[in-house]
């Protein structure tokens, strides 16, 4: 995980909703200070969720998958805290999209919320 101290950083997901092999990036939020990135990654074990990039002089501080994994075990009020900020804030077309098409899978459609967003970020695209 990433944690931003200083400088901004663009937020850019896929949209997987465009005409098939014409996925775009769409740019979805600025990070500044106090904000980070990265949790989506530590929370479900996937590559990544989004492509961030600096657009400004950064200073920011990185936290090693191991160590995050060992703080999430510690304490997993830490980790459901993360977890909640990802539900909450997280709302790009793609997303919303999966999340609704796993809704209409009849044995998904009384899943929680975090199991369903768990399944959204570690799907395999072919």
Do not use: N
Request: net charge negative; aromatic share 14%.
């Amino acid at each position: 995980m990433y944690f931003i101290q200083s400088g901004k950083f663009l937020v850019e997901v896929e949209d997987i909703l465009q005409p098939l092999g014409e996925y775009d990036q769409i740019a979805v939020r600025t990070l500044e200070s106090g904000h980070f990135f990265g949790e989506i990654s530590a929370l479900y074990g996937c590559k990544r969720s989004a492509t961030v990039r600096a657009i400004d002089y950064c200073v920011y501080g990185e936290l090693d998958p191991k160590e995050t994994q060992v703080i999430f075990d510690m304490d997993p009020a830490v980790k459901r805290r993360f977890e909640k900020h990802a539900a909450d804030t997280y709302d790009d077309r793609t997303r919303c999209f999966l999340l609704q098409s796993l809704r209409q899978v009849d044995y998904l459609e009384d899943a929680p919320f975090e199991l369903l967003s768990e399944m959204v970020y570690t799907l395999k695209w072919f």
